[in-house]
């Protein structure tokens, strides 16, 4: 009786995977071309927006990729929040080095807000231009082309926001390789979802929208008092499928450095989790669906081959065996040809193993960070 119910759940659960996994996912993957990027028709200005803490050493890196990139109408507007490492001193004389850089200095933040919603709010509301190109101090664009292909659908096509991809450096070590799979699976989800004009997140290393839109909506209203969330949560909030466009293009991606221990990468990793339970309740269906049937089909799929395993019914044990390793084989080739549309690679990193791995990672770090009361930014 134990086994014919475990039977029902592992097959429920593997047909709501294969849904998501070919049809969600696998248009991403398998079927979806890179469009013809539209001509710039005119050469909007834009903007480009990075709020840092402290980054003195990853800004002497940026502002000379930022300032050189290969389109004719930008400025880059860096605020300094509060930090004491230098970082006022080296904006001070870099400006004098680069025309197109401009500083805004934050002194202190109002008890009320987060630190990074609050140097967002003050930068955008100077910034001199509408088109809004967001990224972090520890990412590097990696073309000369990010702005030109990241801000196109904003500039061109009439959308409000572009949800662009950041990856992170390769590095050697398992927690390198956990890293390349957990932001490569995170990157296939909200992507995908936005081609399917459902979209739900996207992330501030790389994110494109409106000023107007930004100041209509009053800036962060709502989300001040969450740490985080000035990136996924605006656009959870906002994001609709006809105001949206995903720009797939490895050159257009950004990349960032990893974490280097697992509790810097936990504590990360926790607040994404904290504003997350923020997501409006059909989002967080979208995911939930896929998360519950991954959590069913791994846990039925494990006690059905021990069962038959006592059991030593050795034909149904092949076959769920069999089910498994053709489902893993399917996820790695998802895997692999994403990794070439967004980053321009075909290698993964033990695909099945990692997406056993993350049931834990997801239910356990979720639960931790759903349930904290209070993260923060730095």
Request: include cysteine; aromatic fraction near 14%.
């Amino acid at each position: 009786m134990v086994t014919e119910i475990l039977l029902v759940v592992f097959l429920i659960a593997l047909g709501v995977q294969l849904f998501y996994i070919l049809v969600i996912f696998g248009r991403m993957s398998f079927w979806y071309k890179k469009k013809n990027q539209t001509p710039d028709t005119q050469s909007e200005g834009v903007t480009v927006i990075v709020a840092a803490h402290n980054e003195k050493e990853n800004l002497k890196k940026l502002i000379p990729i930022l300032c050189s990139q290969d389109y004719p109408d930008y400025d880059v507007l860096v605020i300094n929040d509060r930090s004491w490492d230098g970082s006022r001193g080296l904006l001070e004389e870099m400006m004098s080095q680069y025309p197109k850089l401009r500083t805004v200095t934050v002194e202190y933040t109002p008890r009320h807000v987060t630190a990074k919603k609050y140097a967002l709010t003050l930068g955008i509301k100077v910034a001199k231009n509408d088109v809004i190109l967001l990224t972090d101090a520890d990412c590097l664009p990696k073309s000369a082309q990010w702005i030109r292909l990241m801000t196109s659908p904003v500039r061109n096509d009439g959308k409000t926001f572009a949800l662009g991809f950041s990856q992170y450096d390769c590095g050697k070590g398992f927690l390198n390789k956990w890293i390349q799979f957990e932001t490569l699976w995170t990157g296939l989800q909200y992507l995908s979802f936005a081609i399917w004009n459902a979209p739900f997140m996207g992330v501030g290393r790389n994110l494109c929208y409106r000023r107007n839109f930004f100041m209509q909506k009053k800036a962060f209203k709502g989300l001040w008092h969450i740490t985080g969330g000035d990136d996924d949560l605006f656009v959870n909030l906002y994001a609709k499928g006809k105001n949206t466009a995903v720009v797939i293009d490895p050159d257009s991606i950004t990349i960032s450095a990893p974490k280097t221990s697992w509790k810097s990468y936990f504590l990360q990793k926790k607040r994404h989790f904290h504003a997350g339970k923020y997501y409006r309740f059909g989002n967080k269906q979208k995911i939930g669906i896929y998360a519950l049937t991954h959590l069913l089909f791994w846990v039925s799929a494990i006690y059905l081959l021990i069962l038959l395993g006592l059991e030593q019914n050795w034909e149904h044990f092949g076959i769920i065996l069999g089910i498994i390793i053709v489902r893993s084989i399917l996820l790695t080739s998802i895997f692999t040809s994403a990794r070439k549309k967004l980053e321009g690679k075909t290698k993964v990193f033990w695909t099945g193993f990692f997406d056993l791995m993350y049931v834990g990672y997801f239910w356990i770090l979720g639960a931790l960070g759903y349930q904290s009361k209070k993260v923060r930014w730095k």
